[in-house]
């Protein structure tokens, strides 16, 4: 038992602690610090596998963006949402087979992993530089160019979507009632002098 | 036991309860907010799966790559999704996956 087994063992309990708790929780702002915990969690397995670039992005958009962006959406929305019994009927039955379908089907998986009997892949030292800013972004910016715009046009895409579907009214407006004014030839006078002279279509009153 | 986090197979099942704990909250909630943090449990399993076997081969790192862009993507999905959220929100103020019905009639 190391530094190095401790930091495994600390950020696996991190991750699994905080993914049971997000998905047991009942209330949303606790699912969403079970996600903040499961998050650091990943991000010190990062450290652990030498990918300190990723471990830094890990935090900074997951904790720092994504995690803010479901809380501001939760405090918004009334923290007290928790989804409660169901109005319409219940999806009982779907939910225990969906659930115990998966269940079975990672513990088959679980069970075939661990009759594996070949030998364990045992990491050799990392190479120096591996995974640190100067060596990823190198490589990003030589190998992956093309695909980095193309993910920020993705997400200036995705905010530009956001921003369309959140505003959007839940019912259409009603129509402005018809009036003299929505006849006028422009909406108002384009300068101050031309208050005095209405652009009207309609013969002055 | 003094391997515990230096084997490949360690992070391989540690992903998998991840992805599984993911999928299971998904499937069985109901409240779309959970159901979207459940889908970020899965994106970030993913995650740690590529960086795992990245370290294990070494040389050049196209999985951290890969892994980068996930993060990418994920943040424009949770953007979206939580927009999405809001306006369904407004329109049945609730946030009841069950009640999402309004193209099923």
């Known amino acids: 038992m190391n530094a190095g087994n401790a930091l495994f063992i600390v950020g696996a309990l991190l991750c699994l602690v905080g993914a049971l708790s997000t998905v047991i929780a009942r209330s949303p702002i606790r699912a969403a610090m079970g996600l903040l915990i499961t998050i650091i969690g990943i991000a010190s397995l990062f450290l652990k596998l030498s990918a300190q670039f990723l471990a830094a992005i890990q935090i900074i958009v997951y904790a720092g963006a994504v995690v803010v962006l479901f809380v501001f959406v939760i405090m918004l929305i009334g923290a007290d949402t928790s989804a409660g019994p169901p109005k319409s009927g219940g999806s009982v039955g779907s939910r225990i087979v969906a659930g115990g379908g998966m269940a079975v089907l990672s513990g088959l998986g679980l069970l075939l992993l661990a009759r594996f009997d070949g030998q364990p892949v045992r990491f050799g030292p990392a190479a120096v530089g591996h995974g640190d800013v100067e060596a990823v972004g190198g490589l990003l910016f030589r190998e992956a160019i093309i695909p980095f715009e193309l993910a920020t046009a993705l997400l200036i895409v995705a905010v530009i979507g956001a921003i369309a579907v959140a505003r959007s009214k839940a019912r259409p407006r009603p129509a402005p009632p018809e009036s003299h004014e929505s006849k006028r030839l422009f909406h108002g006078p384009l300068h101050p002098r031309d208050a005095q002279r209405p652009l009207s279509k309609e013969p002055a009153e | ?105």
């Not at chain 2, 992070?11 to 109901?30: C, E, K």
């Not at chain 2, 790192?61 to 953007?79: K, N, S, Y």
């Open chain 2, 1 to 105: 036991m003094s391997a515990l986090g230096y084997v490949l197979e360690h992070y391989v099942v540690l992903s998998a309860l991840l992805f599984t704990i993911g999928a299971i909250g998904f499937l069985v909630r109901r409240n779309v907010l959970i159901q979207l943090m459940s889908i970020e449990l899965m994106l970030n399993a993913i995650n740690l799966l590529l960086v795992a076997y990245n370290r294990q081969h070494g040389g050049p790192m196209t999985g951290q790559l890969f892994a980068f862009f996930i993060i990418a993507v994920a943040a424009a999905e949770a953007a979206v999704g939580l927009a999405i959220i809001l306006s369904y929100y407004r329109l049945k103020a609730s946030v009841h996956s069950d009640e999402a019905d309004a193209l099923k009639h």
